[in-house]
């Protein structure tokens, strides 16, 4: 009984078993043929890949040749060592050193005096006569008011007299030549001035005017000019003006003495004059 079963089941199983081999071959071969490609076709596809432009690839640069480097210099030759002085010997230490040459000063050369030191020394040579004349004098009345004689008065009178004029006229020399002096340089002054001044506008006249000006013992102005007497051209006289400013310093007398009247100055222009 059991082998009439085991029969009648293994039939099913043997069917069913050669169904599903033959499915599985059936998708086997489906899958390897569902796309048929003609052989003419897959040669033109071949074809016309191998006919694109192939791309451009740039040929590498060469690589340049390393220069050869220059042979290093060669090393300074060592100086050769020189040799060692020889030792003096005994004798030559022992003479005497020779005497050394005189050597001969230059001669002095004195500078030469200013002319200011001159009269400077003038002056002062001028002052000792002076005092020794009044010294000689001093004594000679003492003398005659020792003397036990009755002085005579004529002659004292005299004597003063003559001393009076001396001094009279020395005073008068003296005077004069530091008025010719101040004239002098009160002229280079006045024409300093009046190679600055714009003539051209004093006009075709004469026209005449002065200032008063206060100067320092440098030739420099202390304070501004001052005008006295115009013109009567405002713009002759501020030409004027402005030529005393730019003419400083002015030129003034060596002689400290004159310096007085250069301290306070009137000065009187004639700018159209030659002159």
């Not at 009439?4 to 169904?19: D, H, I, T, Y």
């Not at 191998?50 to 060669?74: A, F, N, S």
């Not at 006249?205 to 001052?226: A, C, I, Q, R």
């Amino acid at each position: 009984m059991l082998r009439r079963r085991e029969n009648s089941l293994a039939w099913p199983a043997g069917v069913l078993a050669v169904l599903v081999h033959a499915l599985f071959f059936a998708v086997m071969v489906f899958s390897f043929s569902w796309k048929h490609i003609s052989p003419g076709q897959e040669v033109a596809q071949v074809e016309l890949w191998d006919t694109l432009p192939q791309p451009h690839v740039p040929k590498p640069e060469p690589k340049p040749e390393p220069k050869p480097e220059p042979p290093p210099p060669p090393p300074p030759p060592k100086p050769e060592p020189k040799p060692e002085p020889p030792e003096p010997k005994a004798e030559i230490q022992l003479k005497a050193k020779p005497p050394a040459p005189e050597v001969k000063k230059p001669p002095k050369v004195e500078p030469k005096k200013p002319e200011v030191d001159l009269k400077a020394k003038e002056e002062e040579k001028k002052r000792e006569d002076e005092k020794k004349r009044k010294e000689a004098l001093r004594k000679l009345q003492e003398d005659l008011l020792k003397d036990d004689k009755p002085v005579d008065r004529e002659a004292d009178k005299a004597v003063a007299d003559a001393k009076a004029a001396a001094d009279a006229k020395r005073a008068a020399q003296a005077q004069a030549a530091l008025s010719g002096v101040s004239n002098e340089y009160e002229g280079k002054i006045i024409a300093k001035i009046r190679s600055y001044v714009n003539k051209q506008l004093c006009g075709p006249g004469k026209p005449t005017l002065s200032f008063n000006v206060h100067l320092m013992p440098t030739g420099e102005l202390s304070g501004d000019p001052k005008l006295v007497k115009s013109s009567g051209i405002p713009a002759c006289d501020q030409a004027v003006e402005r030529a005393i400013l730019q003419a400083q310093p002015l030129p003034l007398p060596p002689q400290p003495e004159l310096f007085a009247h250069f301290r306070d100055l009137t000065l009187k222009f004639r700018p159209n004059d030659d002159q």
